[in-house]
């Protein structure tokens, strides 16, 4: 059940954002008076699972679920239709339109995904508003991971500035650790003071290859007593209320730690230093087989913090929200293609896609992932490949700055090299889920 959820909510995504990135180029060429022969959601090879004819245009749904496309008369396209291009060029058709818009047909596909996730954004903005928790809130610190401590933190580190930026949300930490082609400077409150620290370049791709930053950091909970269950607690002194600061004259801060310690003192006393009010002790508890003291520990909640927006609000706040997600996923492509990174291993198809889904049904969630997908779809469409939009925007640039526009022979030969890029992505990307999910 898990699976299906995720396989339908994967598949919404991907109907929703090809079907609004296809009817750019649809509304564009129709705006143009080019005629559109197709508008199909999914390739169609062979046979469609549904189509219907309406103003000359056929809408169908094909069975291979790897994107969607429209056929534009007198463009060499995917559908490689190279006999249309030997007839006399027709008024209707794109090859007969000006350089200027038949490049805005080729980016308009582009252009609605954005739109479309700025729309998203904007809309969750504004209904649910943004969560986070605050850098501000984490009074105790951090405690962190192995990999993250092999960086340099210590528990109970607090962190001010990465490479002299303010660090406001915590779940941001990780992400501006990895978006980088340069060593960190990082910036921690340490026992009080300031400290300063540069993690290498080269440590950071070990850190984000080993996949150190999950679970990177956990907000530290103080030792803080909620009631004394225990008779020899009592009579040892602990009270509702105490902190427990110290234990055989060792400093720590992490519940975590104590628990860890006291497991090591069973069935022993141990010398606890507790803070209640303004005052100090220092009591002597017994610890007992289990390793526990018998007292129960007040829960430290940190406040997930909300911020709202009016609807006139939310709009600038989804433009932004976009602009953000946009820059730092153009960062992570320009970390992929850089071999010293390897993160081409990082490369994911369908089936990487669809597990960032969540196994139960979350609106806020699925718009959010969807609103992203959109956005990577937009990218990925704008590289300068033959095949993608970008390929064939960036031949009708050429012509636009140069007067000279490729021959219909040397456009033909350009489609099948993108395609053959494009099927060798896929087969690798789509490889490497299998490989890491099925194998690894």
Same mark, same amino acid.
């Given at each position: ?264 003192? *069973?069935? @022993? +006393?141990?010398? /606890? ?7 100090? !002790?220092?009591?002597? $508890? ?118 000279? *526009?490729? @021959? +219909?022979?040397? /456009? ?7 395609? !053959?890029?494009?099927? $060798? ?16």
């Amino acid at each position: 059940m898990d699976i299906l959820i995720k396989v339908i909510q994967l598949f919404l995504c991907f109907t929703l954002l090809v079907g609004i990135h296809e009817l750019g180029h649809f509304l564009m060429a129709r705006v143009f008076g080019i005629r559109v022969e197709k508008f199909y959601i999914f390739f169609d090879p062979w046979f469609s699972l549904f189509k219907f004819k309406r103003g000359g245009t056929e809408y169908g749904v094909g069975w291979l679920p790897l994107g969607g496309y429209v056929k534009i008369a007198g463009m060499i396209d995917e559908s490689l239709d190279t006999e249309q291009m030997k007839q006399p060029v027709r008024p209707d058709e794109f090859r007969a339109k000006p350089a200027w818009q038949r490049f805005l047909v080729m980016i308009a596909g582009i252009v609605m995904n954005i739109l479309l996730a700025v729309a998203i954004y904007c809309g969750i903005c504004y209904t649910w508003g943004e969560k986070y928790f605050a850098n501000e809130d984490a009074v105790y610190g951090y405690t962190f991971n192995t990999a993250a401590q092999g960086l340099g933190f210590e528990n109970g580190d607090k962190i001010i500035s990465i490479d002299g930026e303010p660090i406001d949300d915590v779940n941001a930490i990780a992400m501006t650790l990895l978006l980088t082609e340069s060593d960190r400077t990082v910036v921690v409150e340490r026992d009080g003071r300031e400290e300063r620290f540069t993690i290498p370049f080269e440590q950071l791709v070990d850190f984000r290859r080993s996949k150190g930053y999950e679970e990177m950091l956990m907000l530290r909970t103080p030792f803080r007593i909620d009631s004394v269950a225990s008779p020899a607690a009592l009579d040892a002194g602990l009270r509702a209320g105490d902190e427990v600061v110290a234990l055989n004259g060792e400093r720590h801060i992490e519940f975590a730690e104590y628990v860890g310690l006291l497991a090591d003192h *069973k069935s @022993s +006393d141990v010398q /606890l230093t507790v803070v209640r009010g303004d005052s100090t !002790a220092v009591l002597t $508890v017994p610890v007992n087989a289990d390793g526990k003291i018998g007292v129960t520990v007040a829960r430290h909640d940190y406040r997930l913090r909300t911020k709202e927006y009016t609807f006139w609000q939310s709009i600038p706040a989804g433009i932004r929200r976009t602009g953000s997600v946009i820059a730092n996923y153009w960062e992570q492509l320009k970390l992929i293609v850089q071999p010293k990174t390897q993160m081409y291993e990082e490369l994911g198809g369908f089936i990487a896609i669809g597990s960032i889904f969540p196994s139960a049904w979350n609106w806020q969630d699925f718009w959010s992932k969807c609103a992203f997908i959109s956005i990577i779809l937009a990218i990925m469409n704008i590289l300068p490949i033959p095949g993608l939009d970008g390929g064939h925007a960036i031949f009708t640039l050429w012509e636009m700055i140069t007067g000279r *526009k490729p @021959s +219909d022979r040397f /456009l033909e030969a350009a489609q099948y090299v993108g395609l !053959a890029i494009i099927l $060798v992505l896929l087969v690798y990307a789509n490889g490497n889920d299998i490989y890491r999910f099925f194998i690894k």
